[in-house]
């Protein structure tokens, strides 16, 4: 029994003397291993259902690619190229209009339009047709587009109505005036012609001088217009009312 105990003790001695001396420290902070997640953005473009409101490089179908309207050019390239198209067969009928436009332009998508291309020109962005800068702006087209010829510029004075006595026309004002290019007649002998205003003109021309409060007197044409307005064998009211003023004349 004492064997045992000294052998036990010795155990015990021998463990104790085993131990290490920082078995009783604060054991070290384990090795924290942080991952960082990378955050990955997609670049793929939204799509959208039904016709696009911009435009891209290429040939669409109107109504169902895009829609019609009127879309915007900002003028950012020189190479712009657009066609409205009224079929796909590639042939110059089936373009309704075109053109190659330089600087900041404007077209008009009709809905009766069968498609429309457009190559060079980055995108259109349709705008609202009301916008001020569509109203103010001018889609020219090499096809569509035609130029009206200037108005006729508009008689400022008296016309020519028709021819009296040797070279002398009536004028739509009631005037006596001579015409040597509408009116060439062989001329009278001065001896027969009637002189009024102190001989300085011939009455074919100035009339048969003037009454007492100074109006000139009609000419015979102008006497024989008015009875043939009166009769009815002249109808023309322009040349009537040029001469109505005889009828109320005071010799």
């Known amino acids: 029994m004492k064997r045992l105990l000294l052998i036990f003790g ?10 290490s001396p920082e078995s009783d420290a604060d ?23 039904g016709p696009a409101e911009v435009i891209e490089s290429g040939t669409w179908l109107v109504g169902t690619d895009i829609l019609p309207g009127t879309y915007k050019f900002d003028g950012s390239t020189d190479s712009c190229y657009w066609s409205r198209l009224s079929g796909f067969g590639g042939t110059l009928d089936e373009i309704i209009s075109n053109d190659r436009p330089r600087g900041q332009s404007f077209v008009t998508i009709e809905a009766s339009d069968k498609g429309f291309k457009t190559s060079g020109c980055g995108q259109w962005t349709r705008v609202d047709d009301a916008s001020p ?28 109505v028709k021819c009296w006595e040797n070279n002398a026309a009536l004028m739509s004002d009631g005037s006596i005036s001579v015409d040597t ?9 001065p001896g027969q012609v009637a002189i009024a205003d102190g001989g300085t003109c011939p009455a074919y021309l100035c009339g048969y001088g003037t009454n007492d409060q100074g109006q000139r007197n009609p000419s015979s044409g102008e006497i024989q217009t008015l009875h043939g307005c009166q009769d009815g064998y002249i109808n023309d009211p322009e040349l009537c009312g040029a001469v109505a003023w005889v009828e109320t004349h005071q010799y």
Request: proline share 11%; charged share 10%; aromatic share 2%.
């Open 10 to 19: 010795a155990a015990l001695l021998l463990v104790s003397s085993c131990a």
């Open 27 to 49: 054991p070290p902070n384990p090795t924290t291993s942080a991952t960082t997640a990378s955050s990955t953005t997609s670049s793929t473009p939204i799509t959208t259902e």
């Open 133 to 160: 800068e569509v109203e103010s702006s001018v889609v020219v087209s090499s096809v569509a587009t035609t130029t009206a010829p200037d108005p006729a510029p508009v008689a400022t004075g008296p016309t020519f």
């Open 181 to 189: 290019v509408n009116c060439h007649m062989e001329e009278q002998d």
